[in-house]
């Protein structure tokens, strides 16, 4: 397995806050993986770091064997775009191609120009006046073009409305095939990267709560309800991530390498939002205990 | 990223290129009418026709030659706060350095061709603005002289191009180091001039030590426009001595007898004839007075231009490694 990204205690601090804490974590290449988590989880600060646009306070990271932003051909063989899918607003989007081909040895001109052409782009249009959408996919079709082997998009569809959040989704799964590259991309929700990720990262508060191939994670996961005086049988080395009881009949998320005696499948979405609360509701360690 | 800098400047390089070629046009006209005048009435003149003559090429030019040298004086402020201010500190603002640092160019690559670039114009538009300006007036300064006197000196030949250079990477450093625009053209502005008045008053004179002579008073000293004064401990000083074309660096002098003792208010009662303005002078002369002169004398002219333009090119080389360091953990 070649590995597309490697963190080790990976952390980083702005002042007093702590944006990530010791995130270690190994991604294969290949993947489309999903960074999800609530806002102010850190997932931008990883991204950042996975770009190299800022260092890490301790810890390290490798991003294809070797610190991001190394070097040119380093940045070469990383294509990213950043919240808000930054442009320049006087530039025309003609312009943003020659850009691409002045600062990119590798460049697809012949990508670039069809790609821009099929999301409609008016090629003489300054990029300050274009939509939301339209600059998301400027920003992105000059990161592909790069043609470096991995890209790592920050919220990529955060601007877009919902119509457009699918559309963009799957012209990216299309192009992903086209290029042959591994994606990171990011979202507060988990309902925009589910549909394209094969591969999920849960960030919440600067830790990692949950990394794993999605088939794995939904193979190793299961939904457990017990009704009003059952007797909890779990095997061992389970493990609860989370319950919830009402009306006396309570839910649970298991982690466990066996499914217990009457588990259900569970989704990603029940699996993600297991992880998050049980992240967001601190739980001191005896009461933790004391639930299983 | 040549072709990026040149398309992101292009604009202000435009507009900077049209100023230029105007002024040029304005100060070849100015520079026909001063060579002109001097062709006409100061070339083999004589007597008083001459005094007259060199009273009216002040009059006559004074005014706009003063304008156009607070305009050269103003041109490495204005790049330092509009063209190197905002280098930086707007990619910043607009989030495009997440944009173009993520291309395959290394971040000090990109900031090493936008000083250069940009810095480079700069220095090349502050510098033929000087030379025109310094040809165009070659006249009246050879006329009026004072090419030593702090706005003289900072607005021709070389030394403005190093104004220009230092105000510019002074300004992209601000804007990396503060992240916004308007309050770096702001630090650039009050550095800047802070300094534009610091190294005239303070620090020029002192790039190379100056020169200490004994000066005899004799007609041509006390022809030469000077004036004497009593102080309140009834010694003289001398006022206002200028050997040709040097700087000066002390307005007055004590005035001192041969045996090198005061010259004193008694001393002078002799010669204070004021009925026969030339007969009071030859007895002064003949008193066989002298004083200090503390100067740079008028060859060290290119000297101080020399220093002063690598003063203001290593100030600038040293912001931007600075720069450079800085620009990695932005």
Redesign the interface.
């Given at each position: 397995m070649t590995v597309a990204i490697r963190t080790t205690a990976l952390s980083k601090r702005y002042g007093r806050h702590l944006a990530l804490d010791d995130c270690t974590l190994t991604i294969p290449h290949g993947r489309i993986v999903g960074l999800v988590g609530p806002n102010g989880a850190g997932k931008s600060t990883l991204l950042g770091l996975m770009s190299g646009m800022i260092g890490p306070t301790s810890g390290s990271i490798e991003v294809l064997g070797r610190r991001p932003a190394a070097a040119a051909d380093q940045l070469a063989r990383v294509g990213f775009v950043a919240q808000d899918a930054p442009v320049y607003g006087r530039l025309t989007v003609a312009e943003h191609l020659v850009l691409g081909a002045r600062l990119n040895p590798r460049w697809d001109n012949g990508f670039a120009v069809r790609r821009t052409r099929e999301r409609g782009l008016d090629p003489r249009q300054s990029a300050g006046s274009l939509s939301g959408g339209q600059r998301a996919q400027l920003a992105l079709t000059i990161a592909a073009a790069k043609r470096g082997e991995l890209l790592v998009l920050d919220e990529p569809v955060a601007a877009l409305d919902p119509l457009a959040r699918r559309a963009f989704l799957r012209d990216l799964l299309d192009f992903v095939d086209e290029l042959g590259v591994g994606v990171v991309l990011s979202s507060h929700l988990l309902g925009d990267v589910e549909q394209v990720c094969d591969h999920l990262v849960v960030l919440a508060d600067g830790r990692t709560e949950l990394a794993g191939d999605v088939v794995d994670l939904l193979d190793a996961h299961h939904r457990i309800t017990r009704r009003p005086g059952e007797e909890l049988k779990l095997p061992a080395g389970a493990e609860v991530i989370h319950a919830e009881t009402s009306g006396g009949e309570s839910a649970m998320i298991v982690r466990s390498m066996r499914p217990p005696a009457g588990a259900e499948p569970v989704d990603l979405e029940d699996l993600t939002l297991a992880y998050l609360t049980r992240a967001t509701t601190a739980v001191p360690a005896p009461a933790k205990e004391a639930v299983r | 990223?040549t072709?990026?800098t040149w398309?992101?400047a292009r604009a202000q390089l435009l507009v900077a290129a049209g100023a230029l070629a105007a002024l040029a046009i304005y100060l070849v006209f100015l520079g026909g009418a001063i060579r002109r005048f001097y062709g006409e009435r100061i070339a083999g003149c004589e007597g008083q026709a001459c005094h007259l003559a060199r009273m009216d090429i002040r009059a006559g030019f004074d005014d706009t030659i003063s304008v156009a040298m607070v305009l050269l004086l103003a041109v490495p402020g204005l790049i330092g706060v509009f063209w190197g201010a905002p280098l930086v500190a707007q990619e910043l603002e607009?989030?495009?350095?997440?944009?173009?640092?993520?291309?395959?160019?290394?971040r000090a690559?990109w900031l090493a061709v936008k000083l250069l670039v940009v810095g480079l114009c700069g220095a090349a538009v502050t510098g033929l603005f000087s030379l025109l300006l310094t040809s165009s007036v070659s006249r009246y300064d050879q006329v009026v002289g004072g090419r030593f006197l702090a706005l003289s000196f900072a607005s021709r030949n070389i030394v403005p191009i190093g104004y220009a250079l230092f105000a510019f990477v002074l300004g992209s450093v601000a804007g990396m180091v503060l992240r916004r625009t308007l309050p770096a053209m702001a630090v650039t502005l009050v550095v800047f001039a802070a300094v534009q008045l610091l190294v005239p008053t303070a620090v020029r004179q002192h790039l190379v030590p100056a020169v200490t002579q004994t000066v005899a008073v004799d007609a041509a000293v006390l022809n030469s426009g000077v004036g004497m004064r009593l102080n309140e401990d009834d010694t003289f000083d001398l006022q206002g001595y200028v050997a040709d074309g040097s700087w000066s660096l002390d307005f007055s002098a004590p005035l001192s007898k041969a045996d090198g003792s005061s010259y004193t208010g008694e001393d002078a009662r002799p010669c204070l004839l004021p009925e026969d303005v030339e007969g009071g002078d030859a007895c002064v002369v003949a008193q066989d007075l002298h004083f200090e002169y503390t100067h740079h004398p008028a060859g060290r002219y290119w000297t101080f231009q020399w220093l002063e333009l690598s003063l203001f090119i290593g100030l600038a080389l040293v912001l931007a490694g600075f720069g450079f360091l800085w620009i990695?953990?932005v």
């Open positions: - | 990223m072709w990026l398309r992101q607009q989030r495009t350095d997440r944009l173009v640092w993520n291309q395959s160019i290394t690559r990695r953990r």
